[in-house]
């Protein structure tokens, strides 16, 4: 192995608005797949005690798995440490907890979550889909033609945003509210979206209790509602279930965010890689790829997510590193999804690669529960987009989202070449 101090940063947020660093990814892969890394200050964030970097594949899938291990609950799973005093609010989110408690809130929300249910939603995502790139094609010549069209600002944000207002049984009036609350916990790190300062013009955690205090006293409001007038939503189930009242105003939280980024980053996520790579998207839009295969691959090269952190409950060792109770471990998607030990080249696109055993919901008992849903939105876009076009390609360089955590796309301008 190399000197640890050669190992690459990839902590920097700044790094990833220029797409995912596969060559420091690479390194640390191959040298040093247990990386330490500095937690400098950037960008107003203070420094921290710095975290290991856990970048191949079988190490990141054994400490998803490893919960007894690896825990979600001792620091919760953002790299930054939350203040100490905002830590037992956090806790209170399913995402940040351990078995046994996690699986007792899983299985009530499951039922929410169920096939059928998001499979209802099925023919409604098809036409929103179906319609947003028809408004799309129609406003195509409102502007400069050579700018090509945002399918971010014209699809893809509304698409991901309207569906997961309508999973929920979110009233449409109020749908500008959760798109804002979303921005607040994702864009935190990126210069378009200025942090809140305290008192001492410090920057102000955004899953702390004071800024998330107006979304959870709007999920209050929605749960009496519901009760009142149950609907076919999972806002109704949740409302009807054992859930405590502080652990439903987490749930909110928690499907309102992560429900809606995760397909609003990797739907065009998924269209750039097309566009990118035109033999593959031919292979797509000519029948010799499958839809469901697609998705996974799009994926995998694409994962909405970038890294999560666990924290050691105990003195152990990860690939020959010794990783000491208490500190902090951060798993990267981003790098596991391109592990060559795993993935037959790796940076290339290919829509029928099977297996695809990527990482992009996670592993272990914190796999995303909402996969089947964000899945069918996808297939159900790139299936509309292939009826609606006959190609895509790049009209200028995507603008991605400063953040080590979200894969975000802000804006994504393709030239379209619609049918008829």
């Known amino acids: 192995m190399r000197d640890p101090g050669d190992a690459p940063d990839v902590f920097d947020p700044r790094l990833y608005a220029a797409g995912i660093p596969h060559d420091r990814f690479r390194v640390l892969r191959d040298h040093h797949p247990v990386a330490r890394q500095d937690e400098r200050e950037i960008l107003g964030w203070p420094a921290g005690p710095g975290f290991w970097a856990v970048t191949r594949h079988a190490d990141v899938v054994r400490v998803l798995k490893d919960s007894e291990a690896y825990s979600s609950y001792l620091g ?7 203040d100490p005093a905002d830590l037992p609010f956090i806790r209170r989110m399913m995402l940040n907890q351990d078995p ?30 179906r319609e947003l790139l028809r408004e799309a094609r129609e406003r195509e010549g ?17 698409y991901a945003l309207l569906n ?27 210069p378009d979206e200025p942090p809140v300062l305290d008192a001492g013009g410090r920057p102000v955690n955004p899953r702390s209790p004071a800024m998330l205090a107006e979304m959870f006293g709007y999920a209050r409001e929605l749960a009496a509602h519901k009760r009142a007038h149950p609907a076919d939503d999972v806002m109704t189930v949740l409302a009807h279930s054992e859930l405590r009242d502080a652990e439903l105003e987490m ?15 990797a739907a065009p996520g998924g269209l750039l890689a097309l566009a990118g790579h035109p033999g593959e998207r031919r292979r797509l839009w000519d029948g010799g790829a499958g839809f469901d295969t697609a998705v996974d691959e799009l994926l995998r090269y694409h994962p909405p997510v970038l890294s999560f952190r666990r924290t050691a409950t105990r003195d152990t060792e990860l690939a020959g590193r010794a990783v000491a109770a208490g500190d902090k471990v951060v798993v990267f998607h981003a790098s596991a999804n391109y592990d060559e030990r795993v993935f037959a080249d790796p940076l290339r696109l290919d829509l029928t690669r099977a297996p695809n ?40 360089p ?11 796309v802000k804006s994504l301008p393709l030239r379209v070449e619609w049918r008829g």
């Open 76 to 82: 919760a799973t953002q790299i930054r440490d939350p």
């Open 100 to 129: 046994p408690h996690h699986g007792r809130l899983r299985r009530l929300v499951s039922r929410a979550f169920t096939p059928g249910r998001t499979g209802r939603f099925a023919g409604t995502a098809r036409r929103r889909a």
């Open 142 to 158: 409102e502007g400069d033609a050579g700018a090509g069209t945002d399918l971010v600002r014209a699809v893809t944000d509304d």
């Open 164 to 190: 997961l207002t309508d999973l929920l049984g979110v009233p449409p009036g109020d749908r500008a509210l959760l798109h804002a609350w979303t921005e607040r916990v994702i864009a935190y790190q990126d």
């Open 251 to 265: 749930f909110f939280f928690l499907l309102t965010v992560a429900g809606n980024d995760t397909v609003r980053s």
């Open 357 to 396: 055993p990527h990482v992009s919901f996670g592993d272990g008992p914190h796999v995303c529960l909402g996969a089947h849903f964000a899945r069918l939105q996808l297939r159900l876009l790139y299936e509309e987009t292939v009826a609606a076009t006959v190609g895509l390609e790049l009209a200028g």
């Open 398 to 408: 995507p603008r991605r989202l400063v953040s080590n955590f979200i894969n975000g």
